[in-house]
């Protein structure tokens, strides 16, 4: 059974920068793993992923300004956030699938944490 434990998060001015983690136990190290996020209100979206190629995609508002990264053998996914905004306001989750391709696509990916909430002030 794979586990996903995000921690990482916290509370930024705007500009600021956070970096999250995910811990994975269980079989991971084949696994596409990313991130998604919800904002109140909001559908849940996703932010950064990498599948089993080891090629990576980003969604549009995020781009040039997150760095998702993979750590197989010690089990863990990261996503470096630099100029913060508070449209980033959103608790974040790691997840984990079985695609070859990089894909944000929610129903792609089987396991997900618990979330890690992510404030950034104006």
């Known amino acids: 059974q794979v586990q996903l434990v995000e921690s990482g998060g916290g509370s930024v001015k705007a500009g600021g920068s956070l970096t999250l983690s995910c811990a994975a136990s269980g079989y991971t190290y084949s696994y596409s793993m990313g991130w998604f996020r919800q904002g109140p209100g909001k559908e849940r979206e996703g932010v950064a992923a990498?599948?089993?190629?080891?090629?990576?995609t980003y969604a549009d508002s995020v781009k040039g300004r997150f760095s998702i990264s993979k750590d197989a053998a010690r089990g863990t996914l990261a996503l470096q956030m630099n100029s913060l905004v508070p449209e980033d306001t959103a608790m974040y989750y790691c997840?984990?699938?079985?695609?070859?391709?990089?894909?944000?696509?929610?129903?792609?990916?089987?396991?997900w944490g618990q979330g890690t909430q992510v404030t950034v002030s104006s």
């Open positions: 990498i599948g089993r190629s080891g090629h990576f």
């Open positions: 997840a984990a699938g079985g695609q070859w391709s990089p894909t944000l696509l929610r129903a792609d990916f089987t396991y």
